[in-house]
């Protein structure tokens, strides 16, 4: 079982940056992999960023290439993304995820837990 608290959303202008965090219980947070998804009102979710359990890979949608950056700690049992450059299409609810076995790490179905979700918005 795996409990995870997302942190660090909030209110951002046009252009600013928010660094989200993800703190996670149990002992085996370096055996999931970790993904990073936003739900925008009306929307559904899609994924944002991922990466391997030991945080030798990552993997990002088009849309946040170059301005998102996913890491994780650990030893800290903690998956970090940070967000530059802000725009308001990015304002969503952002959820992280873990995932123990194989499969895309972009399909929301290969995930076996979910935070409550951290709300995040970019003014214009």
């Known amino acids: 079982q795996v409990q995870l608290v997302e942190s660090g959303g909030g209110l951002v202008q046009a252009g600013g940056s928010l660094r989200l965090s993800c703190a996670a219980s149990?002992?085996?947070?370096?055996?999931?992999?970790m993904g990073w998804f936003r739900q925008a009102p009306g929307k559904e979710r899609e994924s944002v960023a991922a990466?391997?359990?030991?945080?030798?890979?990552?993997y990002y949608v088009d849309s946040v290439k170059g301005r998102f950056t996913i890491s994780r700690d650990n030893a800290k049992n903690t998956v970090y993304l940070q967000m530059d450059s802000l725009k308001p299409e990015d304002t969503a609810v952002y959820y992280c995820?873990?995932?123990?076995?194989?499969?895309?790490?972009?399909?929301?179905?290969?995930?076996?837990?979910w935070g409550q979700g951290t709300p995040v918005t970019v003014s214009s």
């Open positions: 995820a873990a995932k123990r076995y194989s499969g895309s790490y972009f399909s929301n179905g290969n995930y076996d837990y």
């Open positions: 149990g002992r085996t947070f370096s055996s999931y992999g």
């Open positions: 990466t391997t359990s030991s945080g030798d890979r990552t």
